[in-house]
């Protein structure tokens, strides 16, 4: 219990916002951007986390289809149906470069595939430059205003001519306030880009051995529409093949 009976909780949540009220316009103006930068901080990892779970299973789902299914038009369908799935994504888009382009040779297969990883893991983290930078200023914002209310501490005690705690503790109290504000706000965000940017690594490694995978699949036609007796029957809407640099080169 605290002072007259009062939990001493309450007694510190009513001297916290009363300093907050009686803060400077410096001061609150400090608070008000930590704590956009804190809620903003939040929303994104909170987002990010959902994105990868749904991310996760959606994948593990895939990855059972993709071992049981030789059709690359079936397994490039699934994009729709599990828009979060990195795996379906390179696969639909893999089958779109094919049918535009026709041949594909495997040199041009490697550079299209590692292109089309890079993208994901661009648009994977997006948003972390945020993260970074809030973990960066947050603190020193919080510097500011702690400089900042030492600073009008030693001026009230040259105007009144005392060094009492009643002059100075104000001052200090703003300081301190501002200084917790920063950690607060800096915290969760490193917290949340290092937590985000390892989830991303392990991806992507999940990520490029599928798409080894993938691509030796290609190169040896184990898909129905790669198969050589239907690219020589010369049916409608399968004339797609991989081919080796040396067969592209002597068809050139």
Known sequence: M?????????????SFSSLISNAG?????????????????????????????????????????????????????????????????????TWKEMGANNLVNVSFLDKYLDSEIASLVAEWESYLIFLATTATVSPFLGLLGTVWGIMSSFLSMGVRGSASLYVVGPGIAEALITTIFGLGAAIPAVVGYNYILRVIRRKEDRLTAFSARFRNRLVEKDFTELERERVGAGKAGAPLTVSSDREARHEA
């Open 2 to 14: 605290g002072f007259e009976g009062v939990p001493i909780f309450l007694q510190l949540s009513d």
């Open 25 to 93: 316009v410096l001061a609150k103006s400090i608070l008000a951007i930590l704590a956009v930068l804190s809620v903003v901080s939040w929303t994104i990892i909170v987002e990010k986390f959902r994105f990868f779970r749904r991310s996760r299973r959606e994948s593990e789902d895939y990855r059972k289809r993709f071992n049981a299914v030789r059709s690359l038009g079936e397994l490039s369908g699934e994009s729709k149906r599990l828009p979060d799935c990195s795996e379906a994504r390179l696969v639909a888009s």
